[in-house]
T-cell receptor
Framework: NAGVTQTPKFRILKIGQSMTLQCTQD?????MYWYRQDPGMGLKLIYY???????DKGEVPNGYNVSRSTTEDFPLRLELAAPSQTSVYFC?????????????FGSGTQLSVL | AQSVTQPDIHITVSEGASLELRCNYS??????LFWYVQSPGQGLQLLLK??????LVQGIKGFEAEFKRSQSSFNLRKPSVHWSDAAEYFC?????????????FGRGTQLTVWP
């Protein structure tokens, strides 16, 4: 019953550092997503993937990169951390990506860039 | 452009009182509509969703929502709030024509429940 697992739960970075947020799902879902949640704001889509080897940009992709080498894993990479990337990051997945489909969310990663 | 407005940032109610959380959307076509709940330190959990048919939809934990096309609204209600309902609630809209599962979220309403 793991669902979508994100690591780490918390992280503090210095400006210019890099890191990878990990996301793994065990439901064999084809579609996976990365969202960020800024205080007082709704979730914004960063990147998404429709299957292994296929990724595309969402609303706010600048400063991030992703890869999808397996169905299970969808890591998010921050190359040069900036204070504007301080946020809570959520990974999500869904079986087929249809517009009305339920998303399964991980518990989030709280990132602070100082 | 697609957007979701949740006009109330923070709502406080007493336990046992009724609750209504407001949600208005802007979307080019008939949308799919969702309410998600986020408890502290947790990811988002689906409460309910509207696809078509009966405009009053029932969800988990005793919540319901009503789709009003004329008002572009999808307000969430609960007749009697429990202390465990304290959380943040997000309204979201998705596209019927979309095959990407992409949702547009409102900024959320934080619910505090007084004992």
């Amino acid at each position: 019953n793991a669902g979508v697992t994100q690591t780490p739960k918390f992280r503090i970075l210095k400006i210019g550092q890099s890191m990878t947020l990990q996301c793994t799902q065990d439901m064999n879902h084809n579609y996976m997503y990365w969202y960020r949640q800024d205080p007082g704001m709704g979730l914004k889509l960063i990147y998404y993937s429709v299957g292994a080897g296929i990724t595309d940009k969402g609303e706010v992709p600048n400063g991030y990169n992703v890869s999808r080498s397996t169905t299970e894993d969808f890591p998010l990479r921050l190359e040069l951390a900036a204070p504007s990337q301080t946020s809570v990051y959520f990974c999500a997945s869904s079986p087929s990506g249809l517009g009305g489909e339920k998303l399964f969310f991980g518990s989030g990663t709280q990132l602070s860039v100082l | 452009a697609q957007s979701v407005t949740q006009p109330d940032i923070h709502i406080t109610v007493s336990e046992g009182a009724s609750l209504e959380l407001r949600c208005n959307y802007s979307y080019g076509a008939t949308p799919y509509l969702f309410w998600y709940v986020q408890s502290p330190g947790q990811g988002l959990q689906l409460l309910l969703k509207y696809f078509s048919g009966d405009t009053l939809v029932q969800g988990i934990k005793g919540f319901e929502a009503e789709f009003k096309r004329s008002q572009s609204s999808f307000n969430l209600r609960k007749p009697s709030v429990h202390w465990s309902d304290a959380a943040e609630y997000f309204c979201a809209v998705g596209g019927r024509g979309s095959t990407l599962g992409r949702l547009y979220f409102g900024r959320g309403t934080q619910l505090t429940v007084w004992p």
